[in-house]
């Protein structure tokens, strides 16, 4: 916080961020920035290819690439509210932040995270619908259902930014109860369901490719959850952990996995793999 702020702690206009503070480190900034420049680039230009993918081709106009779009939204804005300030830190040691643009920035962190679990709640629900109910599956999920399901995702989210916050002390373990903790219960019943789905085909050849159309989006629960939790733990049980050890943990959560999931559902998903080949080569695959 600002000298000039000191005496008004419950309103100050600007905080001081600190970076990445490494002993030792301090005149490396520009070639520590080299990685989370590269994760940046990447990450925004992964996402919007998966966007043009699904934009131009009619046949992924259906509810798992709607969902996939939600993620790569979801993502961008991820990567986009906190990487660019990291950068500004590291290349001009611009520390000050408004108060008000860093309530803003908190915000957006905490709503589209909520966001992305709940779009992989979508997800699971339907690979399940796909897997378990194959004929309906058209049915089951029509555009108006996605839209709702949509809104589903962003509107508690909305409702908790409006809540009373008098009892902000529980707030992060309610947070992490009501949105990860429910999300995770509900992805691993529709998992489990189609599992005893899968094991009830006749062939193991059946087994392995159905459960093949899973594995884009399994990759992408762990690369999302595995970070979340391990940031979390690291913050509410390693007291003697150093502190900047705290600061990257936060930010590999939050920037690794807008790198990752187009990656997964690029290299993986066979139909969009083909579509990029087509884009790139102008050759039909």
């Not at 939204?73 to 990487?83: A, N, R």
């Not at 378990?132 to 949509?150: E, M, Q």
């Not at 529709?190 to 159309?213: H, N, W």
């Not at 690369?223 to 502190?243: A, C, E, K, M």
């Amino acid at each position: 916080m600002s000298d000039s702020n000191t005496t008004d702690f419950t309103n100050p206009s600007t905080f001081i961020l600190m970076g990445i503070p490494i002993p030792g480190l301090e005149a490396a900034h520009v070639w520590i920035s080299i990685p989370f420049c590269t994760i940046y680039v990447l990450a925004v230009l992964g996402n919007f290819t998966i966007l043009l993918v699904v934009k131009t081709e009619p046949s992924f106009h259906g509810p798992m690439y709607y969902f996939l779009c939600m993620l790569a939204v979801t993502d961008l804005v991820l990567s986009t509210s906190i990487l660019p300030k990291i950068l500004s830190i590291f290349w001009f040691n611009s520390r000050e932040i408004d108060f008000h643009v860093c309530l803003t920035q908190m915000y957006v962190i905490h709503c589209f995270s909520a966001m992305e679990s709940g779009i992989f709640v979508a997800m699971a629900f339907d690979r399940y619908v796909a897997i378990c109910d194959p004929l309906r599956h058209s049915t089951i999920l029509t555009n108006t259902v996605v839209a709702k399901i949509g809104l589903a995702v962003v509107l508690p989210v909305v409702k908790l930014a409006c809540a009373d916050t008098s009892v902000s002390s529980y707030y992060s373990l309610s947070f992490a109860f009501l949105m990860t903790g429910l999300d995770v219960f509900f992805i691993a019943m529709s998992y489990i369901q189609i599992l005893r789905a899968i094991f009830s085909l006749p062939t193991k050849d059946a087994q392995l490719k159905t459960f093949g159309t899973c594995s884009s989006h399994l990759c992408a629960i762990l690369t999302f959850y595995i970070p979340d939790l391990f940031s979390s733990l690291t913050h509410r049980f390693g007291r003697n952990v150093p502190w900047h050890f705290f600061i990257l943990s936060a930010n590999v959560y939050l920037v690794v996995p807008p790198l990752l999931h187009p990656l997964i559902y690029g290299v993986r998903t066979k139909e969009i793999r083909d579509k990029l080949l087509q884009l790139f080569t102008h050759k039909e695959v």
